[in-house]
């Protein structure tokens, strides 16, 4: 089955200044170990969540994997960001590990969107074997500045219509 360890290195602090405190520093690692045995590996999907509408200027998209074996696997997961008219805006890859008997959340972001645009995103998730292709999923974004904006352009027109109307009738 599998076995995890965790080995840190820690700097020790000096004597403790004239405030009493003391800062220490540690920086970690995970180990994953796999050794022969009963093993099942098993696992899926759970679920590909990508918010059709997002204002701040960047997509992200999160698809969360489930073990539901005794051992943890690796995953490799991507999101692929493209225009209305198929080109590729964006290619973001990752690879995690999912422990046993967990669900765990991807979270796949590109960071320099514009702040302004209809995208189409679509994610491929390879596991144990496994390639699953996720749902297209279509995502407007609108930052809160362009958002402003078209609030402040409708309202704008539609005082404009109101008036001219108002001229019309008279």
Do not use: C
């Not at 520093?25 to 696992?43: D, F, Q």
């Not at 995103?121 to 596991?127: E, L, M």
């Amino acid at each position: 089955g599998g076995y995890y360890a965790v080995i840190f290195a820690e700097a020790q602090p000096q004597a403790a200044t004239s405030s009493g405190v003391t800062v220490r520093k540690r920086v970690g690692t995970i180990v994953y170990l796999r050794v022969n045995g009963a093993v099942s590996e098993e696992g899926g999907v759970a679920s590909w969540e990508v918010s059709m509408w997002q204002t701040i200027a960047s997509i992200t998209g999160a698809v969360r994997l489930e073990n539901k074996g005794n051992i943890h696997y690796s995953a490799d997961v991507q999101m692929v960001v493209t225009d209305l008219f198929g080109r590729t805006k964006a290619q973001i890859s990752t690879t995690r590990y999912v422990l046993p008997q967990t669900v765990r959340r991807i979270e796949l972001t590109w960071p320099n969107a514009p702040g302004f645009g209809l995208f189409k995103v679509r994610g491929t998730a390879s596991f144990l074997q496994q390639h699953e292709v996720l749902p297209v999923r279509y995502v407007l974004v609108m930052s809160q500045t362009a958002f402003l904006g078209v609030v402040a352009a409708i309202l704008i027109l539609t005082g404009l219509a109101w008036i001219l109307r108002r001229r019309s009738r008279r």
